[in-house]
């Protein structure tokens, strides 16, 4: 195996591993009448998101496509971009928002409410493993046009 597909095979794996850890934290607190209260999902993983699901199957196929040096493996890699960006600004349904964290309040009287979705190491994580992948699967691809 060639050094390019080892370090696409690692990056896979990462990503794939990547799914399982927190994608995204979701937390909110209300107050009215002197009351309060909060609440924090402590992190959500990739899994649990959804997007997490399709994440792993597309590192997993795109690990297999590395290991056989199957051309145009980097869209692997990009698809698995795609999904993590994706979900970092809000694409997806899960918004985390444009600067990475999504932020509600709204008060009315002497009551408030606040929510915040915050995205993760986790995320981070896919999102740098599926763009390594990508890139090292398209120097493969062109060092095996070249050659």
């Known amino acids: 195996m060639k050094k390019l597909n080892q370090i696409a095979l690692v990056a896979a794996g990462i990503a794939a591993l990547s799914v399982f850890l927190p994608w995204l934290e979701i937390s909110s607190s209300a107050s009215a009448g002197g009351y309060s209260a909060n609440y924090s999902t402590g992190g959500i993983s990739g899994i649990t ?29 990009a698809l698995n971009f795609i999904i993590g960006i994706g979900y970092i600004f809000g694409w997806f349904g899960a918004s985390t928002g444009v600067n990475g964290g999504f932020n509600y309040n709204s008060s009315y009287g002497n009551a408030s409410a606040q929510a915040s979705i915050n995205p993760q190491f986790g995320l981070y994580l896919f999102v740098l493993a599926s763009l390594v992948f990508m890139i090292y699967t398209f120097k493969n691809l062109k060092g095996d046009m070249s050659a």
């Open 49 to 77: 998101v959804g997007g997490g699901i399709w994440g792993l199957l597309v590192a997993l196929i795109g690990g297999y496509m590395a290991y056989k040096n199957i051309k145009f493996t980097f869209i692997a890699g």
